[in-house]
Every structure is written in C-alpha cells, then in structure tokens.
C-alpha cells in the first residue's frame, strides 16, 4: 500500500484578518483547490475575497521553511475575478499552461445572472494577464464557458452535478487527455448522490494558447470507497492531481455528514498508476507509515505534488472553524486556511 508521513501542517493567512463582504459579514477561507508551479503554490477559495486588488485566486512562495503568507500575491485580472467557486487546477502536461476549473453546479437558463459558476480558464504559466475562457459562449457580451457546460450535461446525463477535480494527464492522440472529477450528481442541488466519477476527453493547443477538445466528452473511470475496509463515511471525489515523476494519478475524496448532533468532516487519499487507471482497476487507499488508513480531519478539497517525494493538501471546511492537530490553538480565524504536508515513505 502507498504510504505517508505527515511532515508539517499550518494556517495560511489568505486576507486580513476582520475582512468582511458587503454585508457586513466576516469573509471565510474556504480553500478548494491548489497547484505548485515549481516555486509558488497557487490556491483558490470557492468564496469570493472581495475588495480592490483581491480576488479568489492568489499564490504565495513555498520554501524549505513552509508556505511564506508575507508574499501572497492575488490573481487581479478581470476574468480570473469574474469567475466563482473556483474548484481545482492542473498543469498541462507540458508544464507551459495552467487551467482552472469553477463546480458548473448551477445555471439559470433564463439570464445569464449564474455564468460566473461555470469556467474553465487557461493562460500561460506565470502569465496570468493573458487568461482564457475555454469553450466559451460564441454570442459576444455572454460570459463562461457555456459551450463547455452543454458538454457535460451530455456527458454525465443529469439535470444537476458539480465538478471539483481537474487534472492532465499524457494521452496517445492531441496533447493530453484532461480529466473532470464529479463530485455529485442527481436531480437537483437537493437531491443528489455523492459520486467519485471522472469524465475526460482528449485535446490539442490551439495557437492562441487555448486548447481545443479532439473528441467528445465521456467516461474514463469511477470507484467505490465503501468495498474499502477503514473507511468509514461516504464520499464524494474533491480533488484530482497528475504525479508526473512517478506517472500517477491522486484521487482525493472528502466528507461531510452528521453523527447525532455533531458534524463530521475529513477525507481521504487514493492512488494508481496510469496504466491501472487505464485498465479501470481500483486504486490505492493510502495510509499512515503503520499502516492505519490515512484519514483526514479536515475536509480535503486540494492536493498539489510538489516534487518526487512531498504532496501538499489544502482543506475546505466550510464554516466550521476547529484546528484539530493543525495547531495548538483550538479555532483558526475566517482568514486562515488549514494545511499539511506529507512526505511519500
């Protein structure tokens, strides 16, 4: 079984402290989706982080020492703010191009007062001025990528879902195949089951820096965490991330139920090879070094590898403010965001 070591975990600081939204209410980080460029994590709350030269996107250096918040920096473009709910990145297999992909959980198919949920951005690496929308509307004034939505509501055959995994992977035609994780799925944002499905399609770079899908939208892998002994809550997928260095994919699923009165929130870590995700064969819970099953206290929403042995994980828990080991204090700010590093053994 794929083992790690937890080597350190932390808060981030992704605002100042006492920020409030327009009205009047205290701003809360709820993280969901992280990258690693090689020098700089970029992260992204699926909650807007209002005020001039803020946006929902930001990146800050990451050293021997751990995250440095001092030198966040946020992602001001007008598109890349115009988006919400930002739910996962991913590196084009190149390395030359990020994506970053909101839940497309909602739309109003009467006005277009719901676009913001639904896009799917590129731009060239360190270069975020130059940003894209995938697949766009080609009506002129109509925001998202309302092209793209159609083809997922063909490839997943349901009135309702929600993606928040996006990764790339290598493929044999086109310059990759990018993969979409569900997350839910069903009739309605009330009526819904919690899935750990992924759809994908090959693609090929466009000259303008945007890519262009060679073939249509369909399934290329699910599973179910309950044949799994130790794990104990039903979940539904949150996050996807390519390991180039060791050709691998990572899974992340998370949860969040009620036992009596209290909530539960944690997650989970999976792994296969490419070639076992080919196949369709079942992945790797990963575990502690001891062997117990690696469990999440907070809700994992975003993983991010970071070089050949280290994997950095961010978490999303809502509202809900505890710590648990993160930290010795028992309660993070609304301006902090949980983290934890593992270290492959």
Not at 198 to 225: C, K, Q, W
Not at 315 to 333: A, F, I, K, P, T
Request: hydrophobic share 35%; proline share 5%.
């Amino acid at each position: 079984m794929a083992k790690v070591r937890i080597t350190q975990q932390g808060t981030i600081h992704c605002f100042p402290a006492g920020l409030k939204d327009e009205d009047g209410k205290l701003v809360n980080a709820e993280i969901s989706a992280v990258a690693y460029d090689g020098e700089r994590l970029l992260m992204a709350s699926d909650k807007p982080i209002p005020g001039e030269g803020r946006s929902a996107v930001f990146s800050l250096p990451l050293d021997s020492s751990g995250p440095d918040d001092s030198q966040l920096e946020y992602l001001t473009t007008p598109l890349i703010r115009q988006a919400v709910k930002y739910e996962d990145f991913a590196l084009t297999t190149d390395g030359r191009h990020m994506l970053a992909t909101t839940g497309f959980d909602r739309i109003d198919s009467e006005s277009h007062a719901l676009n913001a949920y639904n896009h799917l951005l590129i731009w060239p690496l360190g270069e975020p001025d130059k940003v894209q929308v995938v697949d766009p509307d080609p009506r002129d004034g109509v925001e998202g990528s309302l092209e793209f939505r159609q083809k997922l509501e063909t490839a997943i055959g349901q009135p309702y879902y929600k993606i928040e995994g996006l990764a790339v992977v290598p493929s044999d035609r086109g310059d990759g195949l990018i993969l979409f994780g569900v997350r839910e799925q069903g009739n309605s944002h009330d009526d819904f089951a919690y899935v750990r499905r992924v759809i994908g399609a090959r693609y090929a770079m466009t000259d303008s820096d945007n890519i262009e899908f060679i073939e249509d939208l369909h399934d290329v892998y699910a599973f179910d965490p309950a044949e799994y002994d130790g794990v104990d809550h039903e979940c539904g997928l949150s996050s996807l991330e390519y390991d180039p260095y060791h050709a691998r994919l990572y899974l992340v699923t998370s949860f969040e139920t009620e036992q009596g009165s209290e909530e539960v929130i944690g997650g989970y870590l999976w792994v296969l090879s490419l070639a076992d995700f080919h196949a369709g064969k079942p992945p790797t819970l990963v575990t502690h070094e001891d062997g117990r099953v690696l469990e999440f206290e907070h809700k994992a929403e975003g993983l991010a590898v970071l070089d050949r042995e280290r994997l950095f994980v961010v978490y999303d828990n809502d509202r809900n403010h505890e710590l648990g080991s993160v930290d010795e204090r028992d309660e993070r700010h609304s301006c902090e965001a949980p983290y934890t590093m593992l270290a492959l053994v």
